[in-house]
């Protein structure tokens, strides 16, 4: 089944604790990206890959870190997070040329 | 700075007619447009796309984008109880663009 997965889908941790929410996908897709939704804030994105090596920063990058070494793999690093990045994650995945981007299921992170 | 701005609801329509639901974006160099239908805690799905001026049918599902006054919108026909979600509108200027999201509009069909 072509899908994208993303662990843990939940997570409480305490201000400060390095953690890592990993994404993969098993369409063979070039694009990755990943996203906080926030209420009233709505979808925002926090980095985005291009391919193999090829990562940028979306709009809302401060506090987070990617790398993107394997095509399937996306993980998503908080080096030292932080009550404001309590939110609901979602990683994506796209085909190059195609402009459907596929949703994982989504980690809500609860940082305390 | 990209925007894509939508009325966030919700919008309470009865079982069986048509709801309306609209989108305004600020870049016009942008040249994609995508609906996607988020139920609550769930991840968004890819329900509607569209690139040129006009109309876009698909089901009961019909997308209208005038790029002139940077407006999209989504009508859905016969709207069903399970069509109840947020609705979020995306602009992305290329096929590998990064996409602005709007911030959705909750739709509530009424039985």
């Known amino acids: 089944e072509a899908q994208v997965t993303q662990n843990p889908r939940y997570l409480i941790t305490v201000t400060g604790k390095k953690l890592t929410v990993t994404c993969s996908q098993n369409m063979n897709h070039e694009y990755m990206s990943w996203y906080r939704q926030d209420p009233g804030l709505g979808l925002r994105q926090i980095y985005y890959s291009m391919n193999v090596e090829v990562t940028d920063k979306g709009d809302v990058p401060e506090g987070y870190k990617v790398s993107r070494k394997e095509k399937r793999n996306f993980p998503l690093i908080l080096e030292s997070p932080s009550p404001n990045q309590t939110s609901l994650y979602f990683c994506?995945?796209?085909?190059?040329?195609?402009?459907?981007?596929?949703f994982g299921p989504g980690t809500r992170l609860t940082v305390l | 700075q990209k925007e894509v701005e939508q009325n966030s609801g919700p919008l309470s329509v009865p079982e069986g007619a048509i709801a309306s639901l609209n989108c305004t974006y600020s870049d016009r160099g942008s040249q994609s447009f995508f609906w996607y239908r988020q139920y609550s805690g769930k991840s968004p799905e890819l329900i509607m796309s569209?690139?040129?001026?006009g109309d876009k049918e698909d089901g009961r599902f019909t997308a209208q984008l005038n790029k002139a006054s940077q407006y999209v919108s989504l009508l859905i026909r016969d709207s069903q109880p399970s069509d109840s979600a947020t609705y979020l509108c995306a602009a992305s200027d290329s096929g590998y663009s990064t996409l602005t999201f709007g911030k959705g509009t909750m739709l509530l069909v009424s039985p």
């Open positions: 994506a995945s796209q085909l190059a040329g195609y402009n459907e981007q596929f």
């Open positions: 569209i690139y040129s001026n």
